[in-house]
């Protein structure tokens, strides 16, 4: 009977604990966006990942095109990225956060503010969460 709880817990703390890594990664690429950390952000994603940015009309499907874009973006001044809503769901090894964040950054002398929807999917890895696939687009104006 011991050894049974004792697996039963080891099983309900596991996806707690994934969740947990997911949140944090996710708060890792905000950083680094925020920072403008550019080598740091383009390491959380997997070499064969797919982007579809916010403000490009591309789809990014290789390293040098993550950097180009990411550069790019990272021109802008107070460039920021803030978190309004999250939500993770995990499958085995898979793990989707969906949600909705609000980019911002000066452009001539005016704060320009852009609230836009995103969907990171990662894959656990040895070395943890990696992104596979990220797509990011700005909110339908209604």
Not at 24 to 48: D, N, Q, R, T, V
Not at 73 to 93: A, G, Q, W
Not at 103 to 112: A, H, I, N, T, Y
């Amino acid at each position: 009977m011991k050894m049974e709880m004792r697996e039963n817990k080891e099983i309900m703390t596991q996806p707690f604990n994934d969740t947990y890594a997911v949140e944090e990664a996710f708060h890792l690429w905000c950083a680094h966006f925020s920072a403008k950390k550019l080598e740091s952000l383009i390491s959380l994603y997997e070499p064969s990942a797919i982007l579809l940015p916010t403000l490009a009309d591309n789809i990014i499907k290789n390293h040098e095109d993550r950097l180009a874009y990411f550069a790019n973006l990272m021109k802008n001044p107070k460039l920021r990225v803030t978190v309004i809503e999250s939500h993770i769901r995990l499958i085995n090894d898979i793990a989707i956060n969906s949600g909705f964040y609000t980019f911002s950054f000066e452009k001539d002398g005016q704060l320009v503010e852009i609230p836009s929807r995103f969907t990171f999917i990662y894959k656990k890895k040895s070395t943890g969460w990696m992104i596979l696939d990220h797509h990011s687009s700005q909110m339908p104006q209604v």
